[in-house]
Nanobody, 121 residues
């Protein structure tokens, strides 16, 4: 599966952005999908994941209540709605695909290129 992320940009603290990740391949709907991020000078970290059916999601504590992951299997696309953004959310965001949510969080993933999100104070 190949992944193409988009939607990053510059936003003020408290603002919102929606990231999209378009996937190619006929088996998109069978994969768990997710988002990771890497801030300057820091390791890549898990942000959010969604089961292949969309019926189960998981979030990092740092984004719970502010970010929402969703997917549209008909469009082969996964989304990350980010609200109440903080400067600490500034990072390159990567979308990922894996066979299960567990393997996705364990970093056993297909990766897309990143999209930069910058939150100004």
């Amino acid at each position: 599966v190949q992944l193409q992320a988009s939607g990053g940009g510059l936003v003020q603290a408290g603002g919102s952005l929606r990231l999209s990740c378009a996937a190619s391949g006929r088996t998109f709907s069978s994969y768990a999908m997710g988002w990771f991020r890497q801030a300057p000078g820091k390791e890549r970290e898990f942000v959010a994941a969604i089961r292949w059916s969309g019926g189960s999601t998981d979030y990092a504590d740092s984004v719970k209540g502010r970010f929402t992951i969703s997917r549209d299997n008909a469009k082969n696309t996964v989304y990350l709605q980010m609200n109440s953004l903080k400067p600490a959310d500034t990072a390159v965001y990567y979308c990922a695909a894996s066979t299960t949510m567990s393997t996705l969080k364990a970093d056993q993933n297909y990766w897309g290129q990143g999209t930069l999100v910058t939150v100004s104070s």
